[in-house]
Structure formats: C-alpha cells, structure tokens
C-alpha cells in the first residue's frame, strides 16, 4: 500500500530441481496501481506491466532462469491510497504450452501433441458444445459444455447437471471463432488463475483413431479410455 521506492521479488518454488523448466506467470490485480513491475536479471529491466495496465487478459508468463520481479513506484502528484498487487502461478509447464499462449493459438493440435495433452492437462472431459458466449472486452470466448464423461480434473470445474451428466465453461480467446457444433469432442486444457482454459479439442472420433492407432504401435505416453 501506498508504494515508495523499489522491492526485488524472487519467487522460488518449494522444492526446486536444476532440471525441471519452470515458468512464472504474472496478473496484476484489477485496481493494482501505482508501480511500474519488470522482469529483472544482473541489473537489465524489461517492462512486464506498466502503472495501471490491469485489464482482463493482462497475464505476462516467462521462465524461472529469465530472472525475478523489480516492483518500482511511480511518481504521484497526490496522496490518495494506491494499492499494488499481482498473483503468480509458477509452474512446470513451457510458458508456450497453453494454446492461448502460442504464436498461432488457433491452430489445431497435431496428433502428438493431443496424446501428450491427454496424459498432462489439468482436465480431459468428453463432452459437446451447448453455447459459446463472447466477452468483447476481455477478448475471450466462454465455451459452455455438456459433459458426458470426466477423465481428469483438478479443480471442481465441471459439476453435475440435471438429467445426467455435468456442466461447466472453459475460455479461449476470442480471434479463434469458436462456434457451437454437432458432435462430440474431447476437451483439454489448463487452469490459469482459476480459470478454465482450452487446450487440444479434437473431435471424438479423431480422437479414437489417433489413440488406437498409436497404441498399435506403442507410443501412447499414457492410457485412457476411448470407448
């Protein structure tokens, strides 16, 4: 509160293996104010989030050896209250493994990286599209499911819904153009600061063909079932 000065931030994970990639991400709060925050290493700044950038979307990930956190106040011409804050997520995923994060988010998933996706998302879900609801101004797509079958999922994202089955959201942004369809899909993907997000969606019956064809040969990175 009330920031003066500079504060160094270094962030460290519990238990912490030289060769494991750690990536750290960065959301400032939405009324964070009043500092500058940079990605720090033997003394050379590079701006991650200037005073008042707290939009919706406004998340900046990068890896753990790129260096820490330099939180530094910004000139004011009054006294009113001025509060900085940020959350952090520092995990073992690339800082490119979520879609949304890629140079062509869009774009679908090869075969590869749908069975590795399987095997590493924080949830897997069988499910169909009911609706897709667009937020303009955080420039996400809310993808509304109907799900059929829960393989995996950390956090309590889908829950049950009347009639059978469970229901739940998952974002992706909006350039991708999200429509609902016909048909099953398997759904994966990532929490990131406690929301759903998107990962490889392949259609069901590609899914099944892909996952028996590569247990044919052997090279499934882990089991599930497809039936």
Known sequence: MYPTGALSVNLRPNIFSPSRHLTLCIKPLRASSGANIYLEKTGALK??????????????????????????????????????????ELSSRHAGSDLHALSAPCRPCSDTEVLLAVCTSDFVVRG??????????????????????????????????????????ISTLLECGVRPGRGEFLFTGHMHF??????????????????????ERGLNPCEIGVE
Do not use: N
């Open 47 to 88: 701006l991650l989030f200037r005073d008042g950038d707290h939009g919706p979307g406004q998340v900046r990930c990068f890896g753990f050896e790129q260096g820490g956190l330099f939180v530094e106040a910004t000139p004011q011409q009054d006294i009113s209250r001025r509060t900085t804050g940020f959350q952090y």
């Open 194 to 215: 406690g929301e759903a997000r998107l990962g490889c969606a392949p259609r069901l019956e590609d899914f099944q063909r892909m996952y028996r064809d590569a247990e």
């Open 128 to 169: 169909a599209i009911q609706d897709v609801t667009h937020e303009p101004e955080r420039q996400e797509s809310a993808i509304h499911l109907h799900v059929s079958r829960i393989y995996r999922q950390k956090s309590r994202v889908f829950q049950p819904a009347p009639g059978g089955g469970w229901r739940g959201r």
